[in-house]
């Protein structure tokens, strides 16, 4: 098939290695439990449906998973980490931000079995939402009720879960919605005009019904989703993890990490929610790499010169041929060929006027935005500092 007649999870750089589950529309799963209605979407390791749950009369969604095998540990991470969410404490209140799975089963194949969930079906991801908003910038009001929902998700993984999320992206972010009309809408669009899927053998791809992106029926709370990356909150880790443009400084130097990645990446999410674009985007799109030399720049232009132990320390041989320490106590040079960019994270920040609010929002995202995860912004920090307090009666 050639590569523009390719569609949906078609187009994903491994799907020949990846088995789906030829799911068709109408087809019902778990003893007859759930009818597939249409396809809400796809991704790396499963695709998920609008499902009507016929012991409940109620809408779902359905995830299907690729076929678990050696090849997609995401795909058990996730399942396994689903099953010790739900026999975690439900008594904190971000307990209710983490999307959990209402029921986990498996199905058979061609190839093998597939595990697949099912959950309260939810909006738009944070991704979509803001790209409804003039220069793809969310109010301030949605952001600051967001991270509130984000910062008590977080807390509860961490304390009563022992998880950390390691993905908190505006892609695995979820709008809640107030009612099912928008999933009455998708039933009905597709019983008027079905959908056709495109053989790929015997595999049936169906283009997704998109899910309408707007502000019109969110409530202002979100549900974090996606728990294929999630880790334990009480190791410490010295690997190479999370999404490119959302990696913690203390990975890119490659030196222990742990829970403080959770304030960095809800760090970065705030300023693309604002301001409509990255903070950092060190990726050479000619070969789709991530240049690691290109991110150390761009980060040493917002946050300055990484720490000198964090070069001592650093299990990349790469990182020590980038600085010169000679003479230096506390802090490194760099001397890489690649310039620092003339960038400051004043001048990135547009969405706030100068004034009182713009200061208090740079001192904000200055306490997440450092190199040593042991220095950053707790997630009480995040909660309590002032420029979110501003919002209270708002949110």
């Known amino acids: 098939m050639a590569t523009a007649d390719k569609i949906e999870e078609q187009t994903l750089l491994r799907y ?46 359905v995830k299907v998973f690729v076929r678990d095998d050696t090849t997609t540990p995401q795909v058990l991470n996730e399942i396994q980490t689903l099953k010790h969410l739900a026999g975690c404490s439900l008594e904190h209140s971000g307990s209710g931000i983490a999307r959990l799975a209402d029921d986990i089963f498996q199905i058979d ?12 079906p ?34 509860w993984l961490a304390l009563d879960c022992d998880l950390i999320h390691t993905e908190i992206t505006s892609r695995n972010v979820l709008t809640a919605v107030a009612n099912d009309d928008q999933f009455v809408e998708i039933e009905r669009a597709e019983e008027l005009n079905p959908s056709v899927p495109v053989m790929d053998g015997t595999y049936p791809v169906y283009r997704s019904r998109e899910e309408p992106a707007t502000a019109r029926n969110i409530t202002g709370i979100v549900h974090l989703n996606d728990f ?48 409509g674009r990255n903070l950092f985007y060190p990726i050479d799109e ?35 041929t980038l600085f010169d320490s000679q003479g230096k106590t506390h802090m490194s040079c760099w001397i890489c060929e690649i310039p620092i960019p003339a960038f400051s994270l004043e001048h990135f920040v547009t969405a706030i006027p100068p004034g009182t609010e713009k200061d208090k929002f740079l001192d904000y995202m200055r306490r997440i935005l450092v190199w040593d995860g042991k220095q950053r912004a707790t997630s009480s920090d995040l909660f309590h500092h002032e420029w979110p307090q501003m919002y209270e009666s708002q949110t």
Not at 131 to 150: E, N, S, W, Y
């Open 16 to 61: 020949p290695q990846r088995q789906y589950y030829p799911i068709r529309l109408q087809q019902r799963l778990k003893d007859d439990r759930y009818t597939i209605l249409a396809k809400l979407g796809y991704g790396a390791y499963s695709t998920v449906w609008l499902a009507r749950d016929e012991r409940t009369n109620m809408y779902a969604s």
């Open 109 to 120: 194949g061609p190839a093998g079995q597939h595990y697949c969930t099912a959950s309260n």
């Open 122 to 155: 939810q909006g738009c991801n944070l991704w979509d939402l803001r790209l409804t908003f003039p220069d793809g910038r969310l109010p301030k009001v949605l952001v600051v009720a967001a991270v509130r929902c984000l910062v008590g998700c977080i807390n």
């Open 228 to 275: 294929g990356s999630a880790r334990s909150a009480s190791a410490s880790y010295q690997d190479w993890w999370m999404p490119d443009l959302y990696r913690a400084p203390e990975i890119l130097m490659r030196v222990p990490w742990d829970f403080g990645v959770e304030t960095w990446s809800i760090g970065i999410l705030i300023l693309e929610l604002l301001e």
């Open 286 to 320: 000619e070969h789709n790499q991530y240049v690691l030399p290109v991110a150390l720049a761009q980060y040493i232009s917002v946050l300055g010169h990484p720490p000198l132990w964090m070069i001592q320390e650093s299990t990349d041989p790469t990182i020590p």
